[in-house]
Every structure is written in C-alpha cells, then in structure tokens.
C-alpha cells in the first residue's frame, strides 16, 4: 500500500501533462480544451504528445519539470520537487502557493 500512495500522491503522481492542465483549469477556470492547447503551446508539443507518457517523460526531464521514476533510476541531475514546482510556475506563468513562500522567504 505505501508504494501505491506513494505513486499516486504528490510530485510522484504526476501523468503526462494532466497535472498542469489541471493546474490551470483550476487556477485560471480553463476549459479542458483550452489549458491543455495552453500547456501544448509552452511545452513546444503537440497536444496529443499531452497524453504521451514515454513523449512527456523526454519532455519533462529537459525542461526540469519532474519525472515518474517508476521505469528508470533517478538521475543526479534531476531537479528536486520543489525545484520543479519553481519550474512549473515560471514555465506556465502560474503562481504556485508554496514557490511563492520561498520566493518571499529569499530563499529561491
């Protein structure tokens, strides 16, 4: 049970792209449509590449955006869960609470 929380819980859930369109559909009120052709456009993908896990994978590792690590081992260079939560909120223009906090701590 504790490897499934674990996969489906937090920054380790994360499927394709659906937590960033999530993300703006709830931030922004977005329709689906539109968040995930938002999220297509700042990825520099397709939005059926949106979908694809082994596309976005590639995608999230060179954009620093986190990865599920359930196939391959993590790599040295891969940023932390906050640093990718940093990455995500200037990549899609999107405040996020706890990037924020930081921010105002100085300590990002």
């Known amino acids: 049970m504790p490897v499934a929380h674990g996969v489906a819980a937090g920054m380790g859930g994360m499927r394709a792209a659906g937590d960033l369109v ?20 700042k990825l520099g993908v397709g939005v059926r590449d949106l979908s694809d896990c082994v596309a976005m994978q590639e995608v999230r590792a060179d954009l620093g955006l986190g990865r599920i690590l359930e196939g391959e081992a993590p790599h040295p260079f891969d940023p932390s869960p906050m640093e990718a939560k940093a990455n995500i909120a200037r990549l899609i ?9 930081l921010r105002a701590r100085g300590l990002s």
């Open 93 to 101: 223009d999107l405040p996020i609470n706890s990037v924020e906090r």
């Open 22 to 41: 999530a993300r703006l559909q709830m931030a922004r009120g977005m329709r689906l449509v539109e968040a995930k052709t938002y999220v297509a456009c």
